[in-house]
């Protein structure tokens, strides 16, 4: 399907998938180099022809690599996610990328899926889906999806927006928490709250090892100037 018709070779840089099952040997012989890959989609049984051309591909940076049937469809996810997002068809391989909330099993039908990114996924949850391989960060904690206030980006906590809270509910952000100083440990610990941040939390000195104990953050829990 794909044929080289310039005589100068490809250099593929910096792809999330890449997807080399229509490539023909002719094809794959105008490839220099494969670099800065995340996930590489090779045929399910590639031919001999195929694999000798390939072979002689340079790869760097290559996260992961799979050999995936020509008709499973190849799906995408990217951003900040929750389970409630995330609805996968039968018969197909997923890509998850970015900051992902599981905290509802993945159903469907002959699903394989990568999690790659930044994930926190329910402890005990069994998917009927298939995880082939977890790439960058994946937490675990025991939480429930229906007591969790979702946050895209970022959201600023304060004691009265936490009293307004069922106990037991998880803060969830893409990117940041920032926590005001009039919450206290007594107001987290009397009410079950948790967190978890993409990026990171703020907080006054005087709860940061309340906030260690009861939150997942992607990158690190930061103290507020005075």
Do not use: H, W
Request: net charge neutral; with cysteine.
């Amino acid at each position: 399907m794909f044929k080289n018709i310039f005589k100068r070779k490809q250099v593929i840089n910096a792809q999330p998938v890449l997807d080399l099952r229509d490539y023909t040997p002719e094809a794959l012989n105008g490839i220099k180099s494969i670099n800065a890959v995340a996930v590489l989609i090779l045929p399910e049984y590639p031919s001999p022809e195929f694999m000798e051309m390939f072979s002689k591909i340079p790869l760097n940076a290559v996260a992961c690599q799979f050999n995936v049937a020509k008709n499973r469809k190849i799906v995408t996810i990217n951003g900040v996610k929750n389970s409630s997002d995330i609805s996968l068809p039968n018969n197909c391989f997923a890509i998850m990328n970015g900051i992902i909330i599981l905290g509802n099993a993945i159903k469907g039908e002959n699903i394989e899926y990568v999690l790659n990114g930044i994930v926190l996924k329910k402890s005990g949850i069994e998917n009927e889906a298939k995880c082939v391989a977890e790439n960058g960060i994946v937490y675990e904690m025991d939480f429930d999806e229906n007591k969790m206030k979702f946050f895209s980006n970022e959201v600023e906590v304060d004691a009265d927006f936490i009293r307004n809270l069922e106990i037991g509910t998880l803060i969830a952000a893409g990117n940041s928490i920032s926590i005001s100083a009039d919450v206290t440990e007594e107001t987290i610990i009397n009410n079950d709250i948790k967190f978890f941040a993409g990026n990171s939390i703020n907080c006054s000195k005087k709860i940061k090892g309340c906030i260690q104990a009861r939150s997942v953050v992607g990158n690190k829990i930061e103290v507020k100037e005075k």
